[in-house]
């Protein structure tokens, strides 16, 4: 871990001083530099700029542990060989680091950022494509923390003709046109319901896919489903591909549903993965254009594979977006929140809670769980259980404020999905 902090010149807290408009010399520790920026106006001059080595990490998988200090290392040469004096460099944690500029303007701050962590992307992965590249710039401030917003980065600006790197394709799995009617589709969609507790309806299908290259003797029950049914889960560019494909092959299954007086709600799972930085969310809002506007209310977004800790303006961004091709997005948690008020912030209309076995049998799990229900129906946040498999399961939860449930013991995933069913409590008993 870096940090230029121990060799600030007086020229540099002279600038800084003059930037925040107070003496710098109290606020020597790390732990209240952010907030120094927070409480200042730097946020709003587009000179604070975070650069971040999550991809990176993402990317090298186990072996980071054991390249982390070099790759930390010459980050700091890096930004050391292509900064003033004047300009302020600080780490948060191991993948975020911040660089407060003092006089270079806000574009060529964040191509100079861009720029090198490219370069050390490329020398630790082999290749990287530009979006890829995670810049952001602050943006806005909450509780002491700084906002930051993603910068589309490019790395032809710098590049002459002659030399731009042509950095090879990855290799995608097979995703034929879901209009063509002549090739073999190589997933299917399967559907599993989710139990409006609180009206006593089926009204909701979780949609997923599996492979229709089934082994000898498997079964629904088995199969792989979703990004685990790619010959290699880990191929981050195929798990894109996948979303899409998977939201193209919806379109075209709602316009024959609908044609036909069918009706339901879907709800649709989107990676990370797919959304994290700026290219690739408008990448996939551009594919969203599909999406025909009667069939949009009728569509939910469930947002899985977020880390914690996610920032809170990128995921409000992320949901602001979205929010204009479906009726909901909620988002995927494997344990429960303790910040409601942060799910309240990213403009999330629903939490959808996949918790574990070894916390289910934790004691308390009933009571936080009830706590939880009770918190999220003031924010009006809709909660929803996810793996409910299990008829001990039930009746702890039977008296909870959830508003939905989903499991085997409301249903398997199936070939097709159904009308609007009412399913009562007792129903659910009795199946």
């Known amino acids: 871990m870096f940090k230029r902090l121990d060799n600030v010149t007086k020229s540099t807290i002279a600038v800084f001083s003059s930037f925040i408009g107070r003496s710098a010399n109290r606020y020597g520790d790390i732990q209240n530099f952010e907030k120094i920026i927070s409480v200042s106006d730097l946020f709003a001059t587009g000179k604070v700029h975070l650069i971040s080595l999550q991809y990176l990490k993402e990317q090298l998988g186990f072996s980071w542990y054991g390249k982390r200090d070099e790759i930390l290392k010459k980050l700091s040469i890096r930004l050391k060989q292509n900064t003033n004096d004047e300009d302020v460099i600080f780490s948060r944690s191991e993948t975020e680091h911040l660089v407060v500029f003092s006089n270079t303007p806000q574009s060529d701050a964040q191509q100079l950022c861009g720029d090198i962590l490219k370069k050390l992307s490329t020398e630790y992965l082999g290749q990287c494509y530009d979006c890829n590249v995670i810049i952001r710039t602050a943006t806005g401030r909450r509780h002491g923390k700084l906002l930051f917003q993603d910068v589309a980065y490019s790395s032809i600006k710098n590049s002459t003709p002659d030399i731009i790197e042509q ?38 299908f979780m949609i997923s896919l599996r492979s229709n290259k089934k082994k000898k003797g498997s079964n629904i029950d088995t199969s792989p489903i979703g990004y685990r049914s790619l010959p290699n889960p880990f191929c981050l ?52 254009q ?44 494997e344990k429960i929140p303790s910040d409601i008020g942060y799910y309240k912030g ?28 009770k918190k999220c129906a003031k924010e009006n946040i809709k909660l929803s259980l996810d793996g409910v498999d299990k008829f001990e399961e039930l009746e702890p ?13 409301i249903g ?5 999905p159904l009308h609007i069913t009412h399913m009562g409590w007792n129903d659910i008993v009795k199946h």
């Open 237 to 288: 560019a195929s798990m894109i591909e996948l979303d899409k494909y998977m939201l193209d092959e919806i379109i075209e299954m709602m316009q024959d549903f609908f044609k036909n007086n069918f009706r339901a709600m879907f709800a649709i799972p989107l990676h990370y993965k797919t959304l994290f930085n700026l290219t690739r969310l408008h990448n996939f809002l551009f594919h969203c």
């Open 412 to 416: 398997r995933y199936e070939d097709a």
């Open 346 to 373: 990213c403009g999330v209309s629903g939490i959808c809670l996949f918790i574990p076995e070894k916390i289910k049998s934790t004691k308390g799990y009933s009571s936080e769980l009830n706590k939880l229900a």
């Open 290 to 333: 599909s999406i025909p506007i009667p069939l949009r209310k009728y569509i939910t977004f469930s947002l899985i594979g977020f880390p914690e800790g996610f920032p809170e303006a990128r995921m409000n961004l992320i949901t602001t977006s979205l929010q204009k091709f479906c009726r909901n997005v909620t988002i995927v948690s």
């Open 397 to 409: 939860i039977k008296e909870t404020e959830l508003d939905y449930i989903s499991g085997n013991i």
């Open 167 to 204: 950095a090879p394709k990855p290799k995608l799995e097979s995703f034929p046109s879901p209009i063509d009617e002549k090739k073999e589709r190589p997933y299917e969609l399967i559907y599993k319901p989710i139990w409006d507790k609180k009206n006593n309806i089926v009204s909701t």
